[in-house]
């Protein structure tokens, strides 16, 4: 039973890492994109082009007092998520940082543990947004092992 487990999770994560990704909607925001970054996790491991995967943030500024944060991505492994973060003070891009991480928490990838969490956080606030880029997946997994 065990082996199973092991064996389905092992297959879900290789092929996170190598399979083709179909493009989604984008969300779309109308007001001022201050911060933008983006990466790709598996980028240096496929041979194909089209199995690239890509890890977008947006920060947009919605007022003097909200920010909007927008993750997306090709993967489908992955939902767009939308977060309204609200903050006490002025802000320019400069002030916001996405730091990213494995499953593990490990700021090291490799081939078999990429990145896949965004912590983004805005200068002078003590919260963050955690964005897990392979929720769908975590999902998967938790399904695979009830049954």
């Known amino acids: 039973m065990k082996l199973k487990r092991l064996v389905a999770v092992f297959l879900l994560l290789i092929s996170m890492s190598v399979s083709g990704c179909a493009s989604k909607d984008i969300v779309d925001k109308n007001n001022n994109l201050i911060y933008q970054e983006s990466i790709?996790?598996?980028?240096?491991?496929?041979?194909?082009?089209?199995?690239?995967?890509?890890?977008?943030?947006?920060?947009?500024?919605?007022?003097?007092?909200?920010?909007s944060i927008i993750a997306k991505s090709n993967s489908k492994f992955f939902e767009p998520l939308d977060y309204e973060f609200y903050i006490n003070k002025s802000f320019s891009k400069d002030d916001i940082t996405v730091e990213w991480t494995t499953l593990m928490g490990s700021t090291e990838a490799t081939k078999e543990n990429q990145l896949c969490v965004a912590m983004v956080k805005v200068k002078g606030n003590e919260e963050a947004i955690k964005i897990n880029f392979f929720n769908k997946g975590i999902e998967l997994i938790e399904d695979a092992l009830a049954k």
């Open 40 to 67: 790709s996790p598996n980028e240096k491991y496929v041979d194909n082009k089209e199995d690239v995967v890509r890890y977008i943030v947006e920060v947009y500024q919605e007022n003097d007092e909200t920010i």
